[in-house]
């Protein structure tokens, strides 16, 4: 969980395994498109950063955070090591943001426990806008790189058990 005090993209880059021969899928939902475009990018350049060639992420974008279920369990068909969802549901004036958050956390949640490609949760869920700008890329550092991040080490956990 991010709190006022950590950076989102701060990490021991020496505790990260080698990502050069895993496959990556990389869910993106087009509703609040520049922050979801800001998550990918902090996820794409870690992974790159970390030895994936750009030739094994795949992306697929889907039109809102709630069909990034849909989306990742379609991606994890495709022969890849790890799925990164990525998403952004912003506090607005009706329940409709609990019950998205909630169907989402809930749908990736069962990906992860009945198939074997693991599913990350990158999926922002901020009161505001602000708080979103600040968590994919802003002060707070970028949730996709936090993502990637621990994409990589399932991908490696999955690999070795």
């Not at 701060?10 to 990389?26: E, L, M, Q, V």
């Not at 490609?117 to 602000?130: K, R, S």
Request: aromatic content about 8%.
């Amino acid at each position: 969980m991010a709190t006022v005090n950590k950076n989102l993209s701060d990490y021991d880059k020496t505790t990260i395994p080698n990502a050069s021969k895993f496959r990556f899928g990389i869910v993106v939902s087009e509703w609040n498109h520049t922050i979801t475009e800001g998550l990918y990018k902090g996820a794409y350049d870690t992974l790159i950063a970390h030895g994936v060639l750009p030739n094994n992420i795949i992306r697929w974008d889907v039109p809102g955070s709630f069909e990034l279920i849909y989306g990742s369990k379609k991606m994890q068909e495709q022969m890849v090591n790890a799925v990164i969802a990525i998403g952004s549901v912003i506090q607005g004036e009706t329940k409709h943001f609990d019950f998205v958050c909630e169907a989402v956390s809930q749908g990736i949640k069962d990906l992860n426990v009945t198939r074997e490609t693991p599913v990350i949760f990158c999926v922002l869920t901020d009161n505001n806008m602000q708080q979103a700008i600040e968590r994919s890329g802003g002060k707070h550092g970028n949730k996709g790189t936090e993502a990637a991040v621990a994409a990589i080490k399932m991908a490696e956990l999955r690999k070795n058990s």
